[in-house]
């Protein structure tokens, strides 16, 4: 489908599969133009006052500062370093310190020869799209990445869309944030931007409205400093607090939704596992990404008997034939505060290869849980693997998906693949609008039947195999004949959102 200027945009091809799946099954010509397009795309900025910084001179201009005194702070937290090799410059710096400067210049033993560069305002582009709320209120992440585009949240708000009809829960579709690289600002800066960013979306977001969650570079701390924001000087703010899921378990968060979505994972590579008779005990696994659901889902999988043979991430790819100690793993990359990049690279537990190198490592199962558009058509032909499990959103490229599919490489669609996250933000607000607070095995035992339910139904579509079962009932969703798993996914999530405008019409 051509976009504007006749050109194919990112969004426009991301949206191939929902046109696929809209022929298959005959949709209304109303609904499908509902649903082509977001409800709303809202574009702001948001402006913050940065601190000042310490910039490490170059070589050849440390040697006009040879000469210069070393600068004595006593305040332990006065530098707070940066991924980008700066520190931040806090106030407190000056607590009793002995500084010597020229030219701006300051020699910090231990540290170097840094200039002192001026903070200052700074505006960050923002972004909110609402995709489709038929089904239920916007539900949706928030990413701070320097990457991030109206493209992409458009197609990530879509597939929420997607996936929440798939998982079963009454959400709809959005997704949002900052373009900004989160790891060159400070924690304060950060909290800072994060407070303005939801002052300037109260009128866009609350419990009935939009509720945003945790996604790339946000997580339970960022979630409780929105909260705090949108509920501050409410009378009744506790009622509020399922404006955002993802939160600490102790100010409303859910159990088990910070392992939900690696959690989800898991269960349906289980599904996959058993229909094919395959024993995970021994499996050997490649996972690309190890944040949160990367993280989680090779820790589960270790724990089940999986070898995890290789992991990359955005700085450095790490291999063990023998398989990597997942739990240090873990540590080195979340738990250490010297990493500041949270990478893998430097994990003494394994050999560092190339990237080139982690998509041929022999294995069963691939885990791509980073960015987007990272299984292309020559990382596909390059895979040595027996199954593809999503975890990332839309980790597969449409050349991709025709190699792998040519190479009777199996992959377990996103939109299913993934949807724990998503599955549990809704326990967690149904938990806050009822002042509960359930246990992790209540939680878990709910998310295993709703992931494994709905990914059994789209294995059905996909094998034109209609049936009852206790647990599911797939013959409203089959289409009459076989169709890929992705196709049959988006089936699942067409049929039961175009059901709401069928039954319910359309307001005037």
């Not at 050997?284 to 995890?308: H, P, W």
């Not at 209609?466 to 289409?479: A, E, I, M, W």
Request: charged share 25%; glycine share 8%; proline share 4%.
């Amino acid at each position: 489908m051509a976009g504007r200027n006749g050109k194919t945009s990112f969004y426009d091809e991301a949206m191939e599969t929902f046109h696929r799946a809209a022929d298959l099954i005959k949709m209304d010509p109303r609904v499908r133009m509902e649903l082509e397009e977001p409800d709303f795309e809202h574009i702001f900025y948001v402006t913050v006052e940065t601190r000042d910084r310490l910039v490490p001179l170059s070589p050849d201009e440390q040697a006009k500062f040879r000469d210069l005194p070393a600068s004595d702070v006593k305040a332990a937290d006065a530098f707070e370093p940066l991924a980008n090799g700066n520190y931040v410059l806090h106030r407190r710096a000056l607590l009793k310190a002995d500084i010597t400067m020229r030219s701006g210049v300051m020699n910090i033993p231990g540290k170097g020869f840094f200039r002192i560069e001026k903070g200052g305002p700074k505006k960050f582009k923002a972004y909110r799209i609402q995709h489709n709320q038929v089904r239920g209120p916007y539900k949706g992440g928030i990413r701070y990445h320097k990457d991030v585009s109206l493209d992409l949240f458009k197609t990530l708000a879509a597939d929420m869309t997607w996936k929440t009809a798939i998982a079963e829960i009454p959400f709809g579709g959005a997704k949002g944030g900052i373009k900004i690289d989160p790891f060159n600002y400070s924690k304060e800066e950060i909290e800072h931007l994060t407070l303005r960013f939801i002052y300037k979306m109260k009128g866009l977001i609350g419990p009935y409205i939009d509720i945003p969650a945790p996604d790339v570079n946000t997580n339970g701390e960022i979630m409780a400093m929105m909260m705090r924001q949108f509920t501050d000087g409410e009378r009744e703010h506790h009622r509020l607090r399922g404006v955002v899921t993802g939160k600490d378990v102790r100010i409303g968060g859910s159990e088990g939704r910070v392992r939900a979505t690696g959690q989800g994972v898991v269960y349906c590579i289980e599904e996959w596992a058993r229909e094919h008779k395959f024993d995970l005990k021994g499996a050997r696994v490649i996972v690309q990404g190890f944040g949160n659901v990367g993280s989680n889902a090779a820790e589960i999988l270790a724990a089940m008997g999986a070898k995890i043979v290789a992991v990359n991430d955005a700085f450095g790819t790490i291999h063990a034939d023998a398989g990597l100690d997942v739990h240090a793993l873990a540590q080195h990359v979340h738990q250490n505060p010297k990493n500041l990049k949270k990478t893998v690279a430097g994990f003494t537990g394994g050999t560092a290869i190339s990237k080139d190198d982690f998509w041929g490592v022999e294995a069963d199962i691939c885990i791509p849980a980073a960015l987007g558009e990272e299984i292309d058509g020559p990382v596909a032909e390059r895979l040595k693997v027996r199954l593809v499990a999503e975890a990332a959103n839309g980790p597969t490229t449409r050349e991709g998906d025709r190699v792998l599919a040519a190479r009777k490489i199996e992959v377990i669609p996103d939109i299913i693949c993934n949807a724990g996250g998503v599955t549990v933000s809704y326990y967690e607000w149904l938990q806050n609008q009822r002042l509960e607070h359930w246990s992790e095995a209540e939680v878990n035992a709910r998310l295993e039947q709703a992931i494994k339910k709905n990914y059994a139904i789209i294995r059905d579509i996909s094998l034109n195999r209609p049936q009852r079962t206790p647990l599911y009932d797939s013959r409203p969703y089959c289409v009459g004949q076989q169709v890929d798993v992705r196709t049959a996914a988006m089936v699942l999530a067409l049929k039961r959102i175009e059901a709401h405008y069928l039954l319910e019409g359309f307001s005037q």
